[in-house]
């Protein structure tokens, strides 16, 4: 019976990734390793010795992707445990407020613990994979099961694109409590006197955006080691509860959706709630009307 759930399982994610990116043309050629020891797996593009992403999913701490280069693999794109906010980690998920429980500042195994790593499909061109939690409650028991489904590609335009497929199955009833952050969260590099700048749907730049609702948002800073700015955009789904959602954009450049802070929400016990994004990797300037035709034919 086990053998058997779990090939429908496996089933139902391969044809989770199909779904996620099937209409992008991937040009570059791409390759997972999964380290089971480390606890990794690392994405390579052909032509470059150093992982361009890596997911990093100890069986004790949360899931966690650093670092996220730049497509020509030169550039680091987000930053590990910075001195001003030690508990981040690239880029993320973690709610602040469940059942009164805090997965946003703690990452560590008496709040997450590890069921599965796997990478589902390994084709060249496109890479898709898996990684699958327990959120413990304070007793050390389920709270909620956490699979997050990732796939990448390069496209012939040379900017690669992540696509995340959320879902969190509940095993009692939730109550993810109103808060200003938590939830997906993006961590990229900066520092004070580089040069860095947000902007969001709605045209509300670095700060204005604090709070607001947006559709997308896409950071961009300088990087040590590329010439033009480092970008990372990222998409709210109209599927996605609470969109478009508010956004948490901090002294220092972090960003992400936060669905509680419109207000509490609830997930009833053992149903299960999904959130759906993209991410957009790029090098150069950004330009508002390819970001909205991106967000257009991916929101479509």
Request: glycine fraction near 10%.
């Amino acid at each position: 019976m086990n053998a058997s759930k779990n090939k429908v399982t496996m089933t139902f994610f391969i044809a989770l990734c199909l779904m996620i990116n099937g209409s992008i043309q991937a040009k570059e050629v791409l390759n997972a390793i999964h380290d089971k020891e480390a606890g990794t797996i690392r994405i390579y593009r052909d032509g470059i010795p150093d992982p361009i992403l890596t997911q990093n999913a100890k069986t004790d701490f949360r899931p966690y992707m650093h670092p996220i280069k730049s497509p020509n693999g030169k550039g680091e794109l987000t930053q590990y445990s910075p001195g001003h906010h030690k508990h981040q980690t690239g880029l993320y998920w973690g709610f602040t407020r469940v059942n009164g429980r805090d997965y946003f500042h703690n990452p560590r195994g008496d709040y997450w613990r590890r069921k599965s790593l796997q990478v589902l499909k390994n084709d060249k061109g496109k890479i898709c994979w898996q990684t699958e939690y327990l959120m413990l409650n304070k007793d050390g028991q389920p709270l909620i099961t956490e699979t997050q489904t990732w796939e990448i590609v390069i496209r012939e335009d040379g900017k690669m694109v992540m696509d995340l497929n959320w879902q969190g199955l509940a095993h009692e009833n939730i109550t993810i409590a109103k808060y200003n952050y938590g939830g997906l969260f993006l961590r990229m590099p900066w520092k004070r006197g580089i040069k860095a700048g947000v902007i969001n749907s709605e045209g509300d730049m670095n700060q204005r955006g604090e709070g607001k609702r947006a559709k997308w948002i896409d950071l961009g800073m300088e990087i040590q080691n590329l010439t033009n700015e480092g970008h990372i955009a990222i998409f709210d789904h109209p599927k996605n509860d609470g969109f478009p959602n508010m956004w948490r954009i901090d002294g220092q450049f972090g960003v992400g959706p936060a669905r509680a802070r419109s207000g509490s929400w609830k997930i009833e016990k053992d149903k299960t709630k999904s959130f759906l994004h993209r991410f957009i990797i790029y090098e150069g300037e950004h330009t508002n009307e390819e970001i909205i035709k991106e967000w257009d034919a991916w929101s479509q």
